[in-house]
């Protein structure tokens, strides 16, 4: 299938401009919060990469990048079961782990995450995430820092896909239903 951006894209949900205010107000605040100690921004491959590109370059205090990979989507629908694909470079015990991820939705997927830190002794847990789509959660999770709240559409761009198109849109718009329904 050819990319159709113009067609493909039925609205802009979060413009260029809002997601640099977003990335500004959350990096403002975490390192308010985490003054004087050492934090580890644990970002979710790979639709996170962008917003925690952006969202480390407004974080001043002393922090650390390491990434895990999972995937539990098919196409637009996910399949309720998340499957582990890359674990972290670093020990967790002792540290305090901001989970960095760029679309809270049914939860299942930040629940599982937590739930391991948790097991391997993590000092604290928070999530950030750049938009929260609390219409359809399953999970019994919420985020401490979020960037935008969004209806339950299914959105592309800014780092999120649908079948790994579309990550390269700088802002978040919501997919035209044709190019799933009609594939
Ligand atoms: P959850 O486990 O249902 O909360 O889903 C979380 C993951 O599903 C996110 O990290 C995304 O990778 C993916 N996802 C959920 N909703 C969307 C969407 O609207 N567009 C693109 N990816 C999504
Ligand atoms: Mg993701």
Redesign the pocket.
Known sequence: MKLDLKNDIAEVLVSKEELQEICHRLGQQISKDYAGKKLYLVS?L???VVFLSDLLREITCDCQIDFMAV???EG?K?TGV?RFKKDLDINPEGCDILLV????????????LKNILADRNAASIKICTL?D?PE????DITADYVGKV?PD????GYG???DEKYRNLPFVGV?APHVYENK
């Open positions: 979710v790979k639709g996170a995937s539990s989507y637009t996910t998340v991820e760029d679309i809270l939705d049914s939860g299942i997927t930040l629940n599982y938009l789509k359809n959660r399953q999970a969004v559409a299914f959105v592309v999120l896909d649908y997919l």
